[in-house]
Every structure is written in structure tokens, then in C-alpha cells.
């Protein structure tokens, strides 16, 4: 069993690394940006609360988000018992905290975090892109700015707190995706061989 965080800011390769992953180590993948959107493509009552959120690229509330991820875990218990790798969460510290009790009370851990390390002018770039091509609508100017300064101030912490839990594993994101997918496999080949 192979639990992974894949972290790094918006726009860092979390959704193209995480399809890569999967593929190599049939994880089961939970993107809760991707949860969130499909309640609001269906305008479900989590949905229409997570809008108000996301349209101005502010997180939803920490204890939302955590029984939210709680649901999707519960509802796919064979789909999930190979391992998870949840891509967007966490993204505060008590989120990393709720994380860990989650998968404790599971008898299971959180294996590694991959971090994706991109310079903050691709960020931007790339998330200009990605609007352009697939019309997400968090991805505009205004929203990204206030998506990166978000995570400057409440995501970024896990950075460290990953890093004193000793789980940290930086990944240069810059590269093509290519090569940051051989920099992952290179980095994640001590654990999955434990
Ligand atoms: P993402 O697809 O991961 O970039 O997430 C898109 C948006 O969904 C974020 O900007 C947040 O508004 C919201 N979101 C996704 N995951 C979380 C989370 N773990 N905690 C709070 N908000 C989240």
C-alpha cells in the first residue's frame, strides 16, 4: 500500500504527475479540487457553498474539506486499498493533521509528499494556458493571483511540517514532464521497495 501526497502550488503539474502515478503504481487518485468542481457542475448543495469559495480563489473552510475527503474515502473502500494519492489536499496544516488521523484510524499512514517545485513565472503561465484550453474559470488573472498569494500564506507551512515528519521529497518541477515523472520515480523508489 502506497499513500503519496503530491503537493506544490497551483499551476505545478499536481493533476498531469498525479495521472502519471497512477498509471505506474495503480493508486487510486483523489483530487478534491476536481470533487469540488463536479458538486458545482451539478449544483449540489456543496456545490453552490464551494463556488462561493473557489470563484475568488480562497480555500473552503478546513473542517468542510475534511469530511468531504472522509466521504469519498469511505465510499471506495476496494478502489482505495492499493493506495491513494490525494493531489490538492492538504492544503493547510490542520488539514495535514486531519490527514494523518484519517489514515491512522484506517491502520494505514501517509507514505511520502511529493513536492513540485516550479518557478513562479511558469506558474502563472502555465495556469493562463490551462484557462485558455479546457475554460476553467479559476484560472484568470485575478483569481490565480489571489490562488498564489493563498498559498504563499496558508499552503506553503506544509513545506516544512512535511519536511520535519521527514516525508518531504522535493521535486525540481520546472523540467518537462518527462523528466519530473523519472525525478518522482527516482525519489519514491526507497519507499515503494520497503
Ligand atoms: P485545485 O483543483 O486543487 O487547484 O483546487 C481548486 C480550488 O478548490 C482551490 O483554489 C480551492 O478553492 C478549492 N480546494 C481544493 N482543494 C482544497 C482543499 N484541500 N482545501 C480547501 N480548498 C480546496
Not at 468542510?64 to 492499493?82: F, I
Not at 511520502?112 to 516550479?118: D, F, H, K, M, S
Not at 520535519?164 to 520546472?174: D, H, M, Q, R, V
Request: aromatic residues 6%.
Amino acid at each position: 500500500m502506497l499513500n503519496i501526497v503530491i503537493f506544490g502550488a497551483p499551476g505545478s503539474g499536481k493533476g498531469t504527475q498525479s495521472d502519471n502515478l497512477i498509471r505506474e503504481y495503480g493508486l487510486y487518485h483523489i483530487s478534491t479540487g476536481e470533487v469540488l468542481r463536479d458538486h458545482i457542475s451539478r449544483a449540489t448543495k456543496l456545490g453552490v457553498i464551494a463556488d462561493r469559495y473557489i470563484s475568488k480563489g480562497n480555500l473552503i473552510p478546513d473542517d468542510l474539506m475534511v469530511s468531504v475527503l472522509e466521504d469519498v474515502l469511505d465510499s471506495n473502500p476496494e478502489k482505495t486499498a492499493r493506495g491513494v494519492i490525494f493531489d490538492g489536499f492538504p492544503r493547510t496544516i490542520d488539514q495535514a493533521v486531519a490527514l494523518n488521523d484519517m489514515l491512522a484510524r484506517r491502520g494505514t499512514l501517509l507514505h511520502a509528499v511529493i513536492g513540485l517545485e516550479v518557478d513562479e513565472d511558469q506558474l502563472m503561465n502555465r495556469m493562463l494556458l490551462r484557462g485558455k484550453e479546457t475554460g476553467r474559470a479559476d484560472d484568470n488573472p485575478v483569481t490565480i493571483k489571489q490562488r498564489l498569494e493563498v498559498y504563499h500564506r496558508q499552503t506553503c507551512p506544509l513545506r516544512d511540517y512535511y519536511i520535519a515528519e521527514g516525508k518531504y521529497l522535493p521535486i525540481n518541477g520546472n523540467n518537462s514532464i518527462d523528466a519530473i515523472f523519472e525525478d518522482i520515480k527516482k525519489a519514491l523508489a526507497p519507499i515503494v521497495s520497503k
